[in-house]
C-alpha cells in the first residue's frame, strides 16, 4: 500500500498549483483523505482533508479560500489546487489516509512521502 504524491515546485507568490496524490495497493474510496505541511523549523500540520465520498471537505483556516481539496475514486487519487499562493505555504506536502473515517485522524493509516513547495516573493 502506498500513497505517491506530485505536483510540487516553485512557483511566484500569487501563482497556482496543483498537488496529486495517487494511492495504490487497495482501492481508498472508503478512506478520508488528506493534506498536511511541514516547513522548515516547523511542526507538521493540518491543511485539508476530505471524507470517502467528497461531499465533505474541511480546511486550515490559513488556507481556506485558497485551496480546494477534492478526490476521484475512480483514479484512487486526492487532489490539492492551491491557488494565490504565498511564501508562508512553502513547506513540504504531505497526503494521507485514515481508512472507514469521515476525517484524516491525528495518526493517520497510511503516509505519502512529501513533495516540496517553495513560494518565491
Known amino acids: 500500500v502506498q500513497l505517491q504524491a506530485s505536483g510540487g515546485g516553485l512557483v511566484q507568490a500569487g501563482g497556482s498549483l496543483r498537488l496529486s496524490c495517487a494511492a495504490s495497493?487497495?482501492?481508498?474510496?472508503?478512506?478520508?483523505m488528506g493534506w498536511f505541511r511541514q516547513a522548515p523549523g516547523k511542526e507538521r500540520e493540518f491543511v485539508a482533508d476530505?471524507?470517502?465520498?467528497?461531499?465533505?471537505?474541511y480546511y486550515a483556516d490559513s488556507v481556506k479560500g485558497r485551496f480546494t481539496i477534492s478526490r476521484d475514486n475512480a483514479k484512487n487519487t486526492v487532489y490539492l489546487q492551491m491557488s494565490s499562493l504565498k511564501p508562508e505555504d512553502t513547506a513540504d506536502y504531505y497526503c494521507?489516509?485514515?481508512?472507514?473515517?469521515?476525517?484524516?485522524?491525528?495518526?493517520?493509516?497510511?503516509w505519502g512521502q512529501g513533495t516540496q513547495v517553495t513560494v518565491s516573493s
Open positions: 495497493g487497495r482501492t481508498f474510496s472508503t478512506d478520508a
Open positions: 476530505i471524507n470517502w465520498s467528497g461531499s465533505r471537505t
Open positions: 494521507a489516509s485514515s481508512y472507514g473515517k469521515v476525517r484524516v485522524t491525528t495518526n493517520p493509516d497510511y
